[in-house]
């Protein structure tokens, strides 16, 4: 069995799958559901100093991806101090306490959470995409406490530059990617947008924004040296090991949460040390980056390489055929590759259901 444990800013995970600030962690018995679903640690859901006024409709599933409006926490902060937090602590994992926004509300809230938090999660998701904000948000929690102080980071910013500064600025560790947007969805039958926000519009979570969440992980992690938790359309096992590879320290899941309740997490996490024994590797500081590493390895090529076939596993359901536009694939009893017509773009390879086609990425 490969060792799960991680270890960000001197606390130890027994394994790197957490709750992400959403509904996953909206209050304390969500947050024991998601202890007993196998969970390595808690982020609770984003309080601020008043509680949100969500609207409704305020989440979906569409055909391409997730969408909500849901703001922060509904929950008052009172009720979260009193109730929520010691329900969270109660299951001895780390509890990372979910804050927002600006640095006023920081300064009030941080020394309020103090006695639950083993670290904090500071969301910059509504003060802007200017660096001066996020920057005082942090300073403001620095301030006040002396536990890790982990930024989480949206999308729609140039996440890049707000990171250097966020580190340069002192904090310990980034928490990437909030959900993306804005975006939007309408339902045909009545006109109407399907959120309930006043412009309609949402943010969107799940596998469709994973790749988005791959690449601002690996940019980032090249540029700074704190630690990363990564988080945006986690679903399986594999996508844990992706998001580690990208440079993650440990992953944060939200969506499939949602979908699937908590026991995703337990989920997860087996899936994760199936991939590590399959592939023998013995700890998560093996993987972690091993994408930067192997993509700077990688020699550049414009020139075409076909998939091989193995037909022993292929089962002639033609995918990769149908969906060739160089007709460069051929199925008489076994399936055939003509390397003169292949462009080798790699397609057929992703769409085999099967593993059945196989392509050099180096
Ligand atoms: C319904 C919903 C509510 C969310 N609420 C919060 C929140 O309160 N604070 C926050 O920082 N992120 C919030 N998020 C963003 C998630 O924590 C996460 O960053 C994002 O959804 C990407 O991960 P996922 O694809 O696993 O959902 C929310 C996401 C969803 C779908």
């Given amino acids: 069995?490969?060792?799960?444990?991680?270890?960000?800013?001197?606390?130890?995970?027994?394994?790197?799958?957490?709750?992400?600030?959403?509904?996953?962690?909206?209050?304390?018995?969500?947050?024991?559901?998601?202890?007993?679903?196998?969970?390595?640690?808690?982020?609770?859901?984003?309080?601020?100093?008043?509680?949100?006024?969500?609207?409704?409709?305020?989440?979906?599933?569409?055909?391409?991806?997730?969408?909500?409006?849901?703001?922060?926490?509904?929950?008052?902060?009172?009720?979260?101090?009193?109730?929520?937090?010691?329900?969270?602590?109660?299951?001895?994992?780390?509890?990372?306490?979910?804050?927002?926004?600006?640095?006023?509300?920081?300064?009030?809230?941080?020394?309020?959470?103090?006695?639950?938090?083993?670290?904090?999660?500071?969301?910059?998701?509504?003060?802007?995409?200017?660096?001066?904000?996020?920057?005082?948000?942090?300073?403001?929690?620095?301030?006040?406490l002396d536990v890790p102080v982990f930024m989480k980071m949206s999308p729609h910013t140039d996440i890049k530059k707000i990171a250097i500064a966020l580190e340069e600025a002192g904090a310990d560790g980034l928490v990437m990617i909030n959900s993306f947007g804005p975006c939007m969805s309408i339902d045909i039958e009545s006109g109407y947008p399907i959120m309930g926000s006043q412009t309609g519009y949402g943010w969107l979570s799940g596998s469709s924004i994973k790749p988005l969440?791959?690449?601002?992980?690996?940019?980032?992690?090249?540029?700074?040296?704190?630690?990363?938790?990564?988080?945006?359309?986690?679903?399986?096992?594999?996508?844990?090991?992706?998001?580690?590879?990208a440079g993650a320290s440990a992953v944060q899941i939200c969506t499939q949460a949602i979908l699937d309740g908590p026991n995703i997490y337990g989920k997860v996490n087996k899936e994760l040390d199936e991939f590590m024994d399959r592939k023998n590797y013995k700890s998560i500081d093996e993987i972690k980056g091993l994408a930067i590493k192997k993509s700077n390895e990688r020699k550049f090529r414009t020139n075409s390489i076909a998939p091989k076939v193995d037909n022993d596993l292929c089962v002639k359901c033609k995918k990769c055929i149908g969906s060739c536009v160089y007709e460069a694939i051929k199925l008489e009893n076994i399936l055939k590759i003509d390397e003169d017509k292949c462009f080798g773009c790699g397609l057929c390879v992703s769409r085999c259901p099967k593993n059945a086609l196989s392509i050099e990425y180096k």
Avoid at 220 to 233: L, N
């Fill in 1 to 144: 069995m490969a060792d799960l444990r991680t270890n960000i800013c001197n606390i130890e995970f027994k394994n790197p799958i957490m709750t992400a600030a959403g509904p996953g962690a909206k209050d304390g018995d969500l947050c024991i559901k998601a202890y007993e679903g196998g969970v390595g640690a808690i982020v609770t859901k984003t309080i601020s100093s008043k509680s949100a006024d969500v609207p409704r409709p305020c989440m979906a599933q569409t055909n391409s991806g997730f969408l909500n409006t849901e703001l922060w926490s509904e929950l008052p902060l009172e009720r979260w101090l009193e109730v929520e937090y010691k329900k969270a602590k109660s299951t001895g994992l780390p509890l990372i306490v979910g804050m927002g926004y600006t640095k006023e509300q920081i300064s009030e809230i941080a020394p309020k959470v103090k006695p639950y938090a083993d670290a904090v999660e500071l969301s910059t998701h509504y003060v802007g995409t200017d660096v001066t904000p996020i920057v005082d948000a942090l300073k403001a929690a620095k301030e006040v």
């Fill in 213 to 245: 969440a791959i690449r601002c992980i690996y940019d980032v992690s090249q540029v700074v040296d704190i630690p990363i938790i990564g988080v945006g359309g986690i679903s399986n096992g594999k996508d844990a090991a992706e998001m580690i590879m």
